[in-house]
C-alpha cells in the first residue's frame, strides 16, 4: 500500500495575509490552497474596506492602507509609501535589466507581474503528470522538445 504523502496527512487550517503575489499562486498549483480576499472600494481620496470576504487574491497590496486605519503615525505611512514607491522602481528596474523590452510599463498598468504564466502552468502539470521511470528516452527527448516549443 502506498505511503500517504506529507500533504494528504496534514490537516491543519492556516489563515495569513501576505503581499507576495506570488504566493497567491499557489492556489493554482496546490489544490487544498485557497484564496479570499477582503472586498475594497477605491476612489480617488479613499480606501473603503467592504467587510465582505470574496474568493480569489486581491489585485493589489493594502498593506499601507491597513496601517493608516491601524492609527500608525503620518510620518510612518509617508515614509512607508515612499520606501514602496522605491522598491517598486528598483524591482521594475531590475526586470528590466534581466529582460530586456519584456516589462512595458504601458502593458502593466502598475500591475505586479506574476511569477507564472499559464502557458508555465501548463508545462509544470505535464511535467507532473509523467512518469519518467517509465520514460523511454527518445520520449523524453521528444516530450522535452515539445515543452521547449510550449515555452518559446
Known amino acids: 500500500m502506498p505511503r500517504p504523502t506529507s ?5 491543519a487550517r492556516t489563515l495569513f495575509a501576505t503581499h507576495y503575489h ?5 492556489a493554482d498549483l496546490l489544490p487544498a490552497v485557497k484564496n479570499v480576499h477582503v472586498s475594497v472600494k477605491e476612489t480617488p481620496n479613499e480606501i473603503v474596506f467592504l ?5 480569489g487574491s486581491a489585485s493589489k497590496s493594502y498593506g499601507i492602507e491597513v496601517a493608516r486605519l491601524a492609527g500608525l503615525p503620518r510620518s510612518v505611512i509617508e515614509r512607508a509609501r515612499e520606501v514602496l514607491k522605491k522598491h517598486e522602481q528598483s524591482e521594475h528596474e531590475l526586470s528590466e535589466r534581466l529582460s530586456p523590452g519584456a516589462f ?7 500591475q505586479q507581474q506574476v511569477l507564472f504564466t499559464p502557458i508555465d502552468r501548463e508545462v509544470l502539470e505535464r511535467l507532473r503528470a509523467t512518469d519518467l521511470d517509465q520514460l523511454k ?6 516530450l522535452l522538445a515539445d515543452l521547449k516549443k510550449q515555452i518559446s
Do not use: F, K, M, Q
Open 7 to 11: 500533504s494528504s496527512r496534514t490537516r
Open 22 to 26: 506570488e504566493l497567491t499562486e499557489l
Open 51 to 55: 467587510r465582505h470576504v470574496e474568493p
Open 104 to 110: 512595458d510599463a504601458a502593458s502593466t498598468n502598475g
Open 137 to 142: 528516452p527518445i520520449d523524453a527527448l521528444t
